[in-house]
């Protein structure tokens, strides 16, 4: 196989992560810097392109590929909207800043549909044609691929599963609305269904509680992150529940959090899901955990840009 090589992006509101890989997903090199601040439109395609100027001696780059947090029109390369994690960021038109800069094909997606990317190039989801894939971490993200595409709908907004209303009128959102999943099954919410419950049975809170420590106390036996952990089981479990009377997809690949901890995680999660899914409906559905961890971004981001280069 001729070797090729992407330069490929996974733009966060802390870090810009970077890496060489080439077209059959293996990384060459990879660091990271700082996210650059305001304004995010300018900033960013500035730090993209000196990155290129400091690598492009030392490998044949073909393409760039993006993953990046934000709403992001894929055919045209373009950040729709952004959150203030990224101060100025929506407008970013990244076809104009590096692709004509450097003259190199760029394509640019969503962090978790490059992920999703990535799981299914070489992760997780490799040969897998169908899946759903679900991040919980801060928030929650999903992706949906249908005959190894992603499914990306009317407004390249689809498996945005963060927002759907798992509890009508419940806890206000980040959005704006109440009631959303990742309100309930994101690490924050746990960490958020913990300090209250604290309050009510009367107890000290502080601010520095994390996923991983509310875990540990629950598998001390502890009762108060017992009754919490379990409802936080339960809401993910639901959610992904209906998502699969929706989708049917076959194979749920979980990452992002509470999910590293691994086989304990996924025992608990096997066995709600089970509970709550009409089986009939959707047999042998296979929950698995993503495989790629924090290089699922930039080894899907090269994927995408092989792919639409027509390179692989
Ligand atoms: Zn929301």
Redesign the pocket.
């Known amino acids: 196989m001729d070797l090729k090589f992407c330069l490929a992006f996974d733009v966060g509101g802390t870090f810009i992560k970077y890496a060489i890989v080439d077209n059959s997903g293996k990384i060459h090199l990879k660091d990271k810097v700082e996210t650059p601040g305001f304004p995010a439109k300018e900033t960013i395609p500035r730090t993209m392109g000196n990155i290129f100027d400091n690598l492009r001696n030392k490998f044949d780059i073909s393409c760039f590929g993006i993953s990046t947090a934000g709403q992001i029109n894929v055919d045209k390369g373009f950040v729709e909207y952004a959150t203030d994690n990224l101060p100025g960021y929506s407008g970013t038109d990244f076809v104009e800043t590096i692709g004509k800069k450097f003259n190199l094909p760029v394509f640019v997606d969503n962090d978790v549909n490059s992920a999703a990317a990535g799981e299914m190039w070489v992760g997780s989801a490799k040969e897998t044609k169908n899946f759903l894939c679900v991040t919980l971490g801060t928030g929650v993200g999903g992706a949906i691929v249908i005959n190894g595409e992603i499914h990306r709908g009317a407004n390249f907004s689809a498996g945005e599963i ?2 759907f209303i798992i509890v009508p009128e419940g806890d206000k ?5 109440y009631g ?4 309930y099954a994101s690490t924050s919410a746990l960490i958020r269904m913990y300090k209250e419950e604290l309050i009510n049975s009367g107890l000290q809170v502080n601010d520095n509680y994390t996923g991983e420590y509310i875990v540990d106390l629950y598998y001390k036996g502890d009762k108060i992150s017992k009754k919490v952990y379990e409802k936080f089981l339960d809401y993910i479990s639901y959610g992904i529940a209906n998502l699969t009377h929706i989708l049917d997809p076959g194979t749920i690949i979980i990452g992002g959090g509470i999910s590293a901890q691994g086989k304990p995680f996924f025992d608990e999660i096997n066995s709600r899901f089970k509970k709550y899914v009409n089986e009939t409906y959707c047999k042998n559905t296979v929950i698995k955990q993503a495989s790629l961890l924090n290089d699922a971004g930039v080894i899907g981001a090269a994927f995408n840009a092989f792919s639409s280069a027509k390179i692989i």
């Open positions: 963060g927002h959102c980040t959005c704006g609305k959303c999943y990742e309100r």
